[in-house]
Protein backbone atom coordinates (compact mmCIF):
# COMPACT_ATOMS: atom_id res chain seq x y z
CA UNK A 1 0.00 0.00 0.00
CA UNK A 2 1.51 3.14 -1.43
CA UNK A 3 1.31 5.84 1.52
CA UNK A 4 2.38 9.41 1.07
CA UNK A 5 2.25 11.54 4.73
CA UNK A 6 3.12 15.20 4.85
CA UNK A 7 3.83 17.07 7.59
CA UNK A 8 5.18 20.24 9.30
CA UNK A 9 2.10 22.70 7.62
CA UNK A 10 1.19 25.46 10.65
CA UNK A 11 0.62 28.84 11.05
CA UNK A 12 3.76 31.62 10.38
CA UNK A 13 3.88 35.46 10.24
CA UNK A 14 4.91 36.69 6.87
CA UNK A 15 8.80 36.84 6.60
CA UNK A 16 9.13 33.35 8.88
CA UNK A 17 10.49 29.81 7.76
CA UNK A 18 8.39 26.41 7.63
CA UNK A 19 9.94 22.72 6.41
CA UNK A 20 7.90 20.46 4.90
CA UNK A 21 8.14 16.81 4.71
CA UNK A 22 6.65 14.11 2.61
CA UNK A 23 7.44 10.75 3.89
CA UNK A 24 7.05 8.00 1.58
CA UNK A 25 6.20 3.83 1.95
CA UNK A 26 5.10 1.40 -0.85
CA UNK A 27 7.36 2.63 -3.73
CA UNK A 28 10.22 2.41 -4.74
CA UNK A 29 10.91 5.88 -3.75
CA UNK A 30 14.53 6.75 -5.63
CA UNK A 31 12.94 6.03 -8.61
CA UNK A 32 10.03 8.48 -8.46
CA UNK A 33 9.81 12.38 -9.37
CA UNK A 34 8.59 13.63 -6.30
CA UNK A 35 6.43 17.02 -6.10
CA UNK A 36 4.73 20.00 -4.11
CA UNK A 37 1.80 21.44 -5.12
CA UNK A 38 -0.63 23.42 -3.08
CA UNK A 39 -4.25 24.69 -3.53
CA UNK A 40 -6.92 27.58 -2.33
CA UNK A 41 -10.20 27.17 -2.18
CA UNK A 42 -12.01 27.97 -5.34
CA UNK A 43 -8.79 27.37 -7.49
CA UNK A 44 -6.32 24.94 -9.23
CA UNK A 45 -3.76 22.96 -7.99
CA UNK A 46 -0.47 24.90 -8.40
CA UNK A 47 3.19 22.98 -8.64
CA UNK A 48 5.25 24.62 -6.65
CA UNK A 49 8.08 22.40 -6.71
CA UNK A 50 9.51 19.36 -8.02
CA UNK A 51 12.72 17.17 -7.71
CA UNK A 52 13.20 14.40 -9.85
CA UNK A 53 15.10 10.83 -9.33
CA UNK A 54 18.37 12.23 -10.40
CA UNK A 55 17.79 15.07 -7.92
CA UNK A 56 16.62 17.95 -10.79
CA UNK A 57 14.91 20.47 -9.34
CA UNK A 58 12.09 23.27 -10.67
CA UNK A 59 10.26 25.75 -9.20
CA UNK A 60 7.82 28.20 -9.60
CA UNK A 61 8.57 31.75 -10.34
CA UNK A 62 6.84 33.06 -7.23
CA UNK A 63 8.60 30.77 -4.78
CA UNK A 64 12.44 31.16 -7.05
CA UNK A 65 14.97 31.91 -3.92
CA UNK A 66 12.49 31.35 -1.29
CA UNK A 67 11.83 27.68 -1.12
CA UNK A 68 14.18 25.10 -1.81
CA UNK A 69 13.37 21.31 -2.30
CA UNK A 70 15.19 17.98 -1.39
CA UNK A 71 15.39 14.30 -1.05
CA UNK A 72 16.72 11.83 0.85
CA UNK A 73 16.37 8.74 -0.75
CA UNK A 74 18.01 6.60 2.35
CA UNK A 75 14.82 8.35 4.75
CA UNK A 76 12.41 8.06 1.54
CA UNK A 77 11.88 11.87 2.40
CA UNK A 78 11.20 15.45 0.65
CA UNK A 79 11.67 18.03 2.57
CA UNK A 80 10.03 21.95 1.64
CA UNK A 81 12.25 24.52 2.96
CA UNK A 82 10.20 27.81 2.68
CA UNK A 83 11.91 30.49 3.59
CA UNK A 84 10.59 34.45 3.80
CA UNK A 85 6.86 32.90 3.74
CA UNK A 86 4.32 35.36 2.38
CA UNK A 87 0.27 35.46 2.70
CA UNK A 88 -0.04 34.50 -0.76
CA UNK A 89 1.72 31.29 0.12
CA UNK A 90 -1.26 30.63 2.38
CA UNK A 91 -2.65 27.11 0.96
CA UNK A 92 -3.14 23.31 1.46
CA UNK A 93 0.28 21.80 0.26
CA UNK A 94 0.21 18.42 -1.34
CA UNK A 95 3.19 15.64 -1.76
CA UNK A 96 2.65 14.12 -5.22
CA UNK A 97 4.45 10.79 -6.36
CA UNK A 98 4.87 10.26 -10.20
CA UNK A 99 6.90 7.56 -11.97
CA UNK A 100 7.78 8.60 -15.72
CA UNK A 101 8.25 5.42 -17.09
CA UNK A 102 4.43 4.63 -16.10
CA UNK A 103 2.60 7.83 -15.44
CA UNK A 104 1.60 6.06 -12.03
CA UNK A 105 1.18 9.08 -9.72
CA UNK A 106 0.36 9.07 -5.95
CA UNK A 107 -1.48 11.98 -3.45
CA UNK A 108 -0.52 12.37 0.17
CA UNK A 109 -2.98 14.20 2.20
CA UNK A 110 -2.02 17.31 2.80
CA UNK A 111 -0.81 19.84 5.06
CA UNK A 112 -1.90 23.36 5.44
CA UNK A 113 0.03 26.48 5.92
CA UNK A 114 -1.18 29.70 6.80
CA UNK A 115 0.72 33.27 6.42
CA UNK A 116 -0.99 35.93 8.47
CA UNK A 117 0.44 38.62 10.82
Known amino acids: QVQLVESGGGLVQPGESLRLSCAASGITFRLYTIAWYRQTPGKQRELVAL???????NYTNSVKGRFTISRDNAKNTVYLQMNSLKPEDTADYYC???????????WGQGTQVTVSS
Open 96 to 106: NAHFPITSHDY
Open 51 to 57: IGSGGST
